[in-house]
């Protein structure tokens, strides 16, 4: 019977993977393929116990996804893209893109080589079609062909009208062979909240709140009042976790209420990485200057309904809504403006109703504690297909995907 060996967690992205060295030593040769031929599995495949009767394509494109993730946090507003250089069998290359503004992810594959000569008979994995135009970096296309590649094979076609197909056209007509489409319904996933930018025009709008196991999402106002502390529905790890993601996403989004209430400072302090932008509902200016919003820390845009604000504070943008009408088109499409890919909705529950209510969601994340509060502010309800289920200690999380 044929083993599968699946890539080791433990691979960091800053070493090169060799799942022939790895496996070859531990595991035998099955008898199996030596009918490799009748069962129409390709010669380049054979004498490698690793990939066995798995598409070897599909193993090199998950690495490249594997080193995509390296980019989550920095890349935007470009996509996440991981590569990878193949010679005689072996990872010679690997890369991913660099934070916005520097190299893509088949630069810095290609110059991780270090024998350029073995380039011109090699095969390059990527998850994103290559660019083929100029943007802050030349484009990736005219580097593949310029190093006389004769084989790429990509992930998915680039939804960018600059890019979109325009970048294959250039290879093939330089004479590269070209595969489109090796796992693509996963290279168009890590790269969801690119996709819905250049598709639909907006931001990826992620929803998140925590919510007690009788369905509440904060205590009574009143009690508030009386104790103004943060009440805490969920436990620190899962609390660490949103840290996580707010290092991934590119704002943050939450409305005067909860700012007046809470005084949160909406940064990433409990994970390494950059803060989000904050984008607070503001209608008429009443959050002081004096909260966590406005102490520089981070980017932070106000949406107000206010034409002039009388006083602006130094390092906060400002922008004006129509607040007499639907807002959450008017905050997906100045998002879109600023080259936000993608947005978390933190609060508070009018806010979160206000995108449920249109369907101006594509995924929501909600945290059930083992609090019980008996009243208060009660939580959202959304319908949608649940993509994950979890605990994080006692706490639940959910994971939601609009239908």
């Known amino acids: 019977m044929c083993q599968y060996v699946s890539v080791p967690s433990f691979i960091q992205h800053r070493h090169l993977w060799n799942p022939y060295e790895r496996c070859k030593k531990s595991i035998q040769w099955p008898p199996i393929l030596s009918w490799a031929g009748h069962m129409n599995i390709s010669q380049e495949f054979m004498g490698n116990p690793y990939f066995c009767l798995v598409k070897i394509q599909e193993k090199y494109m998950s690495r490249c996804l594997q080193l995509a993730k390296n980019a989550r946090g920095t890349a935007a507003p470009n996509p996440v893209v991981g590569c990878v250089v193949v010679h005689n069998k072996m990872v010679i290359g690997e890369g991913y893109t660099s934070p916005f503004g520097g190299p893509h992810a088949e630069v810095n594959a290609i110059r991780s080589v270090a024998d350029k000569s073995k380039l011109p008979e090699s095969t390059l994995y990527v998850s994103l079609e290559p660019c083929s135009h100029h943007g802050k970096t030349p484009p990736c296309s005219d580097l593949i062909i310029s190093h006389e590649i004769p084989r790429v094979v990509i992930g998915i076609k680039d939804p960018n009208e600059l890019v979109s197909g325009n970048g294959i056209k250039k ?217 994950e289920e979890y605990f994080i200690d006692a706490d639940a999380l959910k994971i939601i995907y609009r239908d």
């Not at 930018?197 to 009690?223: E, N």
């Not at 899962?238 to 700012?259: C, F, P």
């Open 171 to 387: 290879l093939e007509k330089a004479g590269c062979n070209i595969k489109v489409g090796v796992l693509e319904d996963k290279c168009k996933a890590i790269n969801r909240d690119f996709f819905m930018y250049q598709q639909h025009k907006r931001p990826y709008i992620i929803l998140k709140w925590a919510q007690t196991i009788d369905g509440f999402m904060a205590p009574d106002p009143g009690l508030r009042k009386e104790n103004p502390a943060p009440f805490w529905i969920t436990n620190p790890r899962s609390r660490q976790l949103v840290h996580k993601w707010r290092t991934e996403e590119q704002a943050i989004l939450a409305g005067t209420n909860t700012i007046l209430e809470d005084n949160p400072s909406l940064t990433a302090r409990q994970w390494h990485g950059k803060s989000p932008m904050r984008v607070i509902l503001d209608q008429k200016l009443r959050i002081p200057q004096s909260y966590k919003i406005f102490d520089q820390s981070s980017p932070t845009l106000i949406l107000t309904g206010m034409e002039k604000p009388s006083e602006k504070i130094s390092g906060v943008k400002y922008e004006t809504l129509d607040f007499t009408t639907d807002i959450t088109s008017q905050v997906s499409r100045i998002l879109w403006e600023r080259q936000i890919l993608s947005v978390i909705v933190e609060g508070g529950a009018k806010t979160l109703k206000s995108f449920i209510s249109l369907g101006l969601w594509d995924e929501a994340r909600i945290f059930t504690g083992s609090e019980t509060l008996n009243a208060g502010i009660k939580a959202p309800h959304i319908t949608g297909t649940i993509k």
